[in-house]
């Protein structure tokens, strides 16, 4: 089996007055959220071959809060910021020599993402709160397409 885990970002200051939303940081309750989501995953062996990480400052810190997963490949993701499930599915895919991928981004899209390929549907789908996680299983060979994955496993600080 193939996984993919999706990491929304934990929570956020909200933008200051004249801030572009790319640069607002975690805040203090974030910092102890993906701290808690690094535990999480340390504690289920889900140590990724390959991190893809929006370049929003919230979700890198996110990604660094996690501290250590034994991960040497990370790679900061512009495409990710906004993106559609059609968008990140098309990214999985270009990564799909990755046994196990971890890709660090935002709502809609991850929990748009996480419905489509369990479900076939992503509709109205709410479900996937700051901090995050959803580990979906794929076939090794499967394409990533909507309703092949199995959702695994699902938390949330």
């Keep these: 089996m193939r996984e993919l885990i999706l990491l929304r970002h934990a929570h956020a200051d909200a933008a200051a007055a004249g801030q572009d939303d790319l640069q607002r940081p975690l805040s ?13 995953l340390r504690e289920h062996a889900l140590q990724p071959d390959r991190v893809l990480c929006s370049s929003a400052a919230r979700t890198r810190q996110t990604l660094a809060a996690l501290g250590e997963l ?3 490949d990370v790679r900061e993701e512009a495409a990710i910021y906004d993106a559609s499930p059609g968008t990140l599915i098309a990214l999985a895919d270009a990564h799909r020599d990755a046994r196990r991928l971890l890709l660090v981004g935002h709502n809609p899209g991850l929990e748009q993402l996480a419905a ?28 990533i397409e909507p309703g092949v994955a ?7 600080p």
Excluded: K
């Design 28 to 40: 203090a309750a974030g910092l102890v959220e993906a701290q808690a989501a690094g535990d999480w």
């Design 150 to 156: 199995r959702l695994s496993r699902f938390w949330w």
């Design 70 to 72: 034994g991960c040497t």
């Design 116 to 143: 489509l390929l369990h479900s076939g549907q992503s509709g109205d789908y709410r479900g996937m709160p700051p901090g995050g996680v959803a580990v979906l299983e794929f076939p090794v060979d499967a394409a």
